[in-house]
């Protein structure tokens, strides 16, 4: 398959992959920064805002496990298509909004795609185990860079009102998937489609939660997983909080701060973590990412300290950039071929439930419990992370010596 996808393709399959996550998630990325301001167009209060952010979350944890496991039926790229596809009519949407209810459903619509399983799925497929980890990285670089290009556009766009970045979205979008049908090669070649046909008809999102727990080892990683997300989540409610508390900062000082975060996770993902991981197995960095993410939490509210703010940002960011990248790659490892979609799948829908309570609950302690609180929460959450990490460590030394 290799060979004849190289005959037939001049762009490898990974490149055109990369690159069809960066078009995607900068699409994304233009529309996300204007949500609040949109809503509040409409009359918003704070908790329609959270209904309205939370509603993509809620609606990726029901899908992403089940458009994961239809790719493992009919093929990554069919399901890639269908998904680009519903995030252009959700752009659409945002762009026709003119009440709140039409732009909460195209936050709904959008939570019905899911590109980035697939895409990991992908990747797994097309890529040797050796280089699975760096592949992965490469991805979470993509998803990096357009998280960075895409507000920058709508933010330029919104002058011209929000119709504009929505508009600006549908057409990157539509391009994206016209790119995928013409450039992008099928993964899996026709053994493996329709495997275990029966269970992508029963079952639903907790059929498939309980095959991943039942997964050796998928259990606890799933749990990392919630966890890091969890702690992670709550930065960009806590950091500004500490920024003003400390430094006086606003939000120009703040969207350099989250700027920096993506800088250092591209650094890493796309161009070092490749190398890292012929060194240290992604085992290993399932208990260091936690561990670095945990320190980084602890440090940053003790001193009032530009320097230590600083470090402490970089090592969340180098932490969550490391477990964003090895922990797709140790699933992947870890599940037969003909479900690793669904698997993926599950995790990408954990992920979004838990970036639902996370700032949350952060802005929350931070109100009721001080400055200091919701970063030793955070840290001792991430403790835990760490310690079922060091658990998923031993039982995969224990394999190993068998």
Not at 58 to 65: E, L, Y
Not at 205 to 223: E, M
Request: proline letters at 4%; glycine letters at 10%; a positive charge.
């Amino acid at each position: 398959m290799k060979a004849i996808n190289q005959t037939r393709f001049r762009l490898s399959p990974t490149l055109v992959v990369i690159l069809t996550i960066f078009i995607d998630i900068t699409g994304f990325g233009i529309v996300i920064p204007l949500l609040p301001f949109y809503a509040t167009s409409f009359q918003a209060g704070s908790a329609a805002l959270g209904i309205l952010v939370a509603s993509f979350a809620i609606t990726q944890f029901a899908f992403a496990p089940l458009l994961g496991r239809l790719s493992d039926r009919v093929g990554r790229k069919p399901v890639l298509m269908i998904s680009i596809a519903t995030s252009a009519a959700s752009f659409m949407l945002f762009a026709l909004a003119n009440s709140f209810l039409i732009l909460l459903f195209s936050r709904l619509v959008a939570g019905m795609a899911t590109e980035t399983a697939v895409a990991q799925a992908y990747m797994a497929d097309v890529t040797q185990e050796e280089d699975r980890a760096a592949g992965m990285g490469r991805l979470g670089a993509a998803l990096g860079v357009g998280f960075i290009i895409g507000p920058a556009i709508g933010g330029v766009l919104s002058v011209y009102g929000f119709w504009a970045p929505g508009a600006a979205a549908v057409i990157l979008t539509l391009l994206n998937l016209l790119f995928v049908f013409f450039f992008l090669p099928e993964s899996l070649d026709r053994g493996r489609k329709g495997l275990r046909r029966e269970s992508y008809v029963t079952g639903g999102y907790f059929g498939g939660l309980r095959s991943a727990l039942a997964t050796p080892l998928i259990g606890a990683t799933l749990t990392i997983v919630f966890i890091i997300i969890l702690a992670f989540s709550a930065i960009p409610v806590i950091a500004p909080l500490l920024g003003v508390s400390f430094f006086g900062w606003g939000a120009v000082e703040m969207s350099y701060v989250f700027m920096y975060i993506g800088l250092v996770q591209i650094v890493l993902q796309g161009f070092l973590f490749g190398k890292l991981v012929r060194k240290f197995s992604e085992d290993k960095f399932i208990v260091f990412g936690p561990l670095l993410m945990s320190v980084g939490m602890f440090t940053m509210p003790m001193v009032p300290s530009i320097l230590i703010f600083l470090v402490s940002i970089t090592m969340i960011a180098l932490g969550i950039g490391i477990l964003d990248a090895a922990i797709p790659s140790f699933i992947s490892k870890r599940t037969l071929k003909s479900e690793q979609g669904g698997m993926l799948g599950v995790s990408q829908s954990v992920s979004s439930i838990a970036r639902v309570p996370g700032p949350l609950i952060g802005g929350f302690v931070f109100e009721f419990a001080g400055l200091v609180a919701p970063f030793l929460l955070s840290s001792a959450l991430l403790i835990v992370a760490f310690t079922l990490g060091c658990r998923i460590f031993h039982a995969c030394r224990r394999q190993a010596s068998l």
